[in-house]
């Protein structure tokens, strides 16, 4: 699959547990972003990360949200101590990171907290 | 910063019409446009994108339009199909910076 892998599909988690989403990108895509979608919203931006670099973080919460795309493997989404507002669709998408390409995106990870 | 509005919420097209989904947006200095589909339950699907050096491009039955002395963007569907009932987002980038600002979409409802 040539696509953009983003796993567990659905999470659930209790408030104060942690959840880790994880995100592959499209072979050949150096760049990573992640999104959040609430019902019958727009995306939000909250990272945008490149191997080992993250390159905007300015969307991201300042507490218990980070964010990695390590040298192997996905890029991880991580959110520590959940709370019922962290329900959302998290999208993650990709691009090729050369000039103006559009990103690609998974199908996301639908949290729920309890 | 950039902020991208939708003229429509939602828009109620009978099968087999046109169907026109317009954005606005606000940084005069944007020059990259795209255009996105996403169906319920799956992330959003790349459908056309143009740069601000153009003011119009064609795809398989898709339309973008480009009026940079407005800063208005809108996607024309021909010959609209069920398949197409889905909400679609714009989204603007600035100076190559790979981030770009998606605006809150317009759900469209194909009538058969």
């Known amino acids: 699959n040539a696509g953009v892998m983003q796993n567990p599909r659905h999470l659930v988690r209790r408030r104060g547990q942690e959840a880790r989403l994880r995100c592959s990108p499209m072979?050949?895509?150096?760049?990573v972003y992640w999104y959040r979608q609430l019902p019958e919203e727009g995306l939000k931006f909250m990272v945008y990360l490149q191997k080992e670099n993250i390159i905007d973080e300015s969307g991201m919460p300042k507490e218990r949200f980070s964010a990695e795309f390590p040298k192997e493997g996905p890029s991880i989404l991580r959110i520590q101590q959940v709370v019922r507002g962290d329900s959302a669709a998290y999208f993650c998408?990709?691009?090729?990171?050369?000039?103006?390409?559009?990103?690609?995106f998974g199908d996301g990870t639908r949290l729920s907290i309890l | 910063g950039e902020s991208v509005g939708l003229h429509l919420p939602t828009l109620s097209v009978q099968e087999g019409d046109n169907s026109i989904i317009n954005c606005a947006y606000s940084?005069?200095?944007?020059?990259?446009f795209i255009w996105y589909k996403q169906e319920s339950g799956k992330g959003p699907q790349f459908i056309i994108d143009?740069?601000?050096?153009?003011d119009k491009r064609q795809g398989q039955r898709v339309t973008v339009l480009l009026n940079k002395t407005v800063k208005h963007l809108s996607l024309q569907i021909a010959a609209t199909q069920p398949g197409d009932s889905a909400v679609y987002f714009c989204a603007v980038g600035l100076g190559g910076y790979q981030k770009v600002t998606f605006g809150t979409g317009t759900k469209l409802q194909v009538i058969p």
């Open positions: 072979k050949g895509h150096s760049h």
């Open positions: 998408a990709s691009s090729p990171g050369q000039g103006l390409q559009p990103q690609h």
């Open positions: 143009i740069r601000s050096n153009m």
């Open positions: 940084n005069s200095a944007s020059d990259y």
